[in-house]
């Protein structure tokens, strides 16, 4: 099933795994670089054929070695009592999405430093592989597998936010001064003075050099930049929020619809006189989904009489779902991509509110809580 362009392949261990659309262009990328390149060059005298196999092999493990340095991270999190919302390979390799923040610098310290010494284990075993006097195919695959494993480690090491090496800089500069956000500031701009270098190295590599690397160097710099000024703004935005709950924001008795209403009756009775992007879907005192209004637009209209609510609506284990109690951070994170940007509020299984980023944004613009209105945005 694919969502935001993201391919869900399952769970490991507890922990959902999904890939990005963009990975399948690096695959084809380094098995090209390797079949038409490197194993030629480093392992003469076996065939195209030969060499296109140990190519795709040697990507497989490549990016199986990728999702075990991020399944590290997660699983070492989830000891750490963090929520995992799964692991996402992309185009930069993968990414472990947390939905809570870390409860402290030691445990920030030790989440960042799994990966790393996932990718170290694994290429010293690859190295070893190499080393065993193998057939010539083997030991090519082997020992570009340790190579690049051990480079990995090497670059994510590097002090840069959001690399682990910047996570494990961050967590001692927030256990030195006990202040996440200064720790924080400080580890972005690290950040992201590495990504400038980065694209001014890869911009000079590829220009005087005519090397595609430089390239690629720089579209990683491009990457190290926008990543550790997200990550900056998330911690600015984490501050302004502070102490606000959901109950100070949502927006109380919102308009809602019954599942069983046909969509005629919904437009006739609910949207000609209450316009709203969206409206909660009941079934007597119970919510059931979302409504957006959206979808109902592009319900033909000749259909509106014999389709129903519930037909049209998102159903409910599709929508955030929040208690009164939980802090407007905790909201964010749950109304960020990719899930919807509204939520229900939810209490003993009865419809409290409802919440939206805009209400967060709102927020956020005026810098404290937004009045609860009586019907939804």
């Known amino acids: 099933m694919a969502v935001n362009g993201n391919i869900r392949l399952g769970r490991i261990g507890g922990v959902e795994v999904r890939v990005n659309w963009s990975l399948l262009v690096i695959f084809a990328l380094i098995v090209w670089s390797l079949a038409d ?44 009592g963090l929520e995992i919302d799964g692991i996402t390979l992309w185009l930069f390799g993968g990414v472990s999405e947390f939905k809570t923040r870390f409860p402290s610098a030691a445990a920030e310290s030790r989440i960042a430093i799994a990966g790393p010494l996932v990718s170290l284990g694994l290429g010293v075993i690859f190295v070893l592989i190499a080393l065993a006097g193998l057939p010539s195919a083997v030991d090519g695959v082997a020992a570009w597998l340790g190579y690049i494993n051990l480079t990995l480690l090497v670059f994510n090491l590097i002090p840069a936010l959001p690399l682990d090496g910047g996570r494990v800089l961050r967590a001692a500069l927030w256990r030195r001064r006990g202040d996440l956000g200064w720790a924080t500031r400080i580890a972005t701009e690290i950040g992201r003075g590495f990504g400038y270098l980065f694209i001014v190295l890869g911009i000079g590599m590829f220009i005087f050099q005519g090397s595609f690397s430089g390239a690629w160097l ?91 609510v519930r037909d049209a609506m998102i159903p409910l284990d599709q929508v955030p779902l929040l208690t009164e109690d939980e802090t407007a951070v905790e909201a ?19 419809l409290a509110g409802l919440l939206s980023i805009t209400d967060l944004t709102r927020a956020l613009e005026v810098g404290r809580p937004a009045r609860p209105a009586a019907v939804s945005p």
């Open 332 to 350: 964010l994170t749950a109304l960020s991509p990719p899930t919807s940007n509204r939520g229900l509020v939810v209490e003993n299984g009865h």
């Open 218 to 308: 720089a579209f990683i710099g491009w990457f190290l930049l926008q990543a550790a000024t997200a990550e900056a703004r998330y911690i600015a935005t984490e501050a302004a929020l502070k102490g606000l709950r959901v109950r100070e924001l949502m927006v109380r008795n919102p308009v809602t619809v019954e599942g069983d209403h046909t969509v005629g009756q919904f437009m006739d009775e609910v949207a000609r006189s209450r316009r709203f992007t969206t409206y909660p879907v009941v079934d007597g005192d119970r919510p059931i989904g979302l409504l957006a209004f959206g979808a109902v637009v592009a319900i033909p209209r000749t259909e509106w009489d014999s389709r129903r």
């Open 37 to 80: 390149g490197v194993f030629p060059s480093q392992n003469p005298g076996l065939s195209d054929g030969v060499h296109l196999a140990m190519a795709i092999v040697a990507a497989v493990l490549f990016f199986a070695s990728l999702l075990l340095h991020e399944l590290g991270h997660s699983w070492v999190a989830r000891r750490e």
